[in-house]
């Protein structure tokens, strides 16, 4: 993966609290896979999780 140069404060700044302690929640639970930044835009992959029935 490789690293961004992209501080905390410029993710938060840019997310709205729920959108960033969502993310947050994913990368501590290891499921960010690949993280690409076009531009001001971040995208992230994420691994699939299975719904529930």
């Known amino acids: 993966m490789t690293q961004l140069s992209l501080s905390e404060d410029e ?3 840019a997310a709205t609290e ?3 302690e ?8 290891g ?5 690409v ?7 992230a992959a994420l691994e699939e999780s299975e719904a529930d029935p």
Not at 31 to 35: D, G, M, N, Q, S
Not at 37 to 43: I, N, P
């Open 11 to 13: 993710i938060r700044q």
């Open 18 to 20: 729920k959108s960033f």
């Open 22 to 29: 969502r993310g947050e929640d994913y990368y501590d639970q």
């Open 31 to 35: 499921a960010v896979l690949e993280i």
């Open 37 to 43: 930044r076009r531009g001001r835009t971040v995208y």
